[in-house]
């Protein structure tokens, strides 16, 4: 087992991970909070994306359908599909792209620009301060598992 303890390696957070001077625990926490924000700004914008895939996938395999249907000799029915589903909006005046673009344009670019600034402004930078401080918390020293930085991870090639 390696050992931890050693000074090659210091068993604590890398600087880039620590709480800056003279930032307080509520800071920390403020920032922690909004960063958690982001994370579920961040799956909303993961599922709009995929909801944008699956209306593209819906789009083409529809074209399909219709052009069975018709084929299969229901005109009726393949017209109103090419009437009133095929090429229409999912929402009004939108197809998917354009959801995506407003989004990525409007909310998302702004929560971003808060919290990218909340980092410069109150944490000199810092990402996941929070989180650090959490996992010294929580982790055993010395113990197999619980390293502080991945360079202390027996076999790690980037410090070899």
């Given at each position: 087992?390696?050992?931890?303890?050693?000074?090659?390696?210091?068993?604590?957070?890398?600087?880039?991970?620590?709480?800056?001077?003279?930032?307080?625990?509520?800071?920390?926490?403020?920032?922690?909070?909004?960063?958690?924000?982001?994370?579920?700004?961040?799956?909303?914008?993961?599922?709009?994306?995929?909801?944008?895939?699956?209306?593209?996938?819906?789009?083409?395999?529809l074209e399909e359908a219709e052009a069975l249907?018709?084929?299969?000799?229901?005109v009726d029915i393949a017209d109103a599909m090419d009437?009133?589903?095929?090429?229409?909006?999912?929402?009004?005046?939108?197809?998917?792209?354009?959801?995506?673009?407003?989004?990525?344009?409007?909310?998302?670019?702004?929560?971003?620009?808060?919290?990218?600034?909340?980092?410069?402004?109150?944490?000199?930078?810092?990402?996941?301060?929070?989180?650090?401080?959490?996992?010294?918390?929580?982790?055993?020293?010395?113990?197999?598992?619980?390293?502080?930085?991945?360079?202390?991870?027996?076999?790690?090639?980037?410090?070899?």
């Amino acid at each position: 087992m390696p050992d931890h303890t050693s000074d090659a390696i210091p068993d604590h957070p890398a600087p880039e991970r620590r709480r800056p001077e003279g930032v307080t625990d509520a800071t920390v926490e403020a920032v922690g909070k909004l960063s958690a924000a982001l994370d579920h700004v961040e799956d909303a914008r993961g599922h709009l994306y995929a909801f944008h895939r699956l209306m593209g996938s819906a789009e083409s395999t529809l074209e399909e359908a219709e052009a069975l249907v018709r084929e299969a000799g229901h005109v009726d029915i393949a017209d109103a599909m090419d009437r009133d589903v095929l090429g229409q909006n999912p929402l009004p005046g939108m197809w998917s792209f354009q959801m995506v673009d407003a989004f990525d344009d409007g909310f998302y670019a702004r929560t971003k620009g808060l919290h990218q600034r909340a980092l410069d402004e109150l944490m000199n930078g810092q990402r996941h301060v929070f989180e650090a401080e959490m996992k010294e918390l929580r982790r055993t020293r010395g113990r197999e598992g619980h390293e502080a930085r991945p360079g202390d991870v027996e076999g790690d090639p980037e410090f070899e």
